[in-house]
């Protein structure tokens, strides 16, 4: 059974930076594609950035410049550099995985949720 499991989540002023990491069990293949998205409270769930195995990157414009997506394909991890961070990046961020080429499912693999607080 796969399992992502987030961590690195918490409260952090506004242009501080946070580090999101998650890590993949379960799967002796790894991932095409694994990326984060996030949902604030009230608003539907959105992309901020996936990676496929290649390396192939895709970013929400909210988030370009800002964030940046890692991941090591060995391990089966993904992480998230965020700095500057804003207020509106407050949200519960989720780590996802599937094997479509850059994108993800609601069908496909998702953690638990970080918390993502940023105070102004």
């Known amino acids: 059974q796969v399992q992502l499991v987030e961590s690195g989540g918490g409260l952090v002023q506004a242009g501080g930076s946070l580090r999101l990491s998650c890590a993949a069990s379960?799967?002796?293949?790894?991932?095409?594609?694994m990326g984060w998205y996030r949902q604030a409270p009230g608003k539907r769930r959105e992309l901020v950035a996936l990676?496929?195995?290649?390396?192939?990157?895709r970013y929400a414009d909210s988030a370009t410049g800002r964030f940046t997506i890692s991941r090591d394909t060995a391990k089966k991890t993904v992480s998230l550099q965020m700095n500057s961070l804003k207020s509106e990046d407050t949200a519960v961020y989720y780590c996802?995985?599937?094997?479509?080429?850059?994108?993800?499912?609601?069908?496909?693999?998702w953690g638990q949720g970080t918390q993502v607080t940023v105070s102004s």
């Open positions: 996802a995985a599937g094997n479509s080429y850059a994108k993800i499912s609601d069908n496909d693999y």
């Open positions: 990676m496929t195995r290649a390396g192939t990157t």
């Open positions: 379960g799967s002796i293949f790894s991932f095409a594609t």
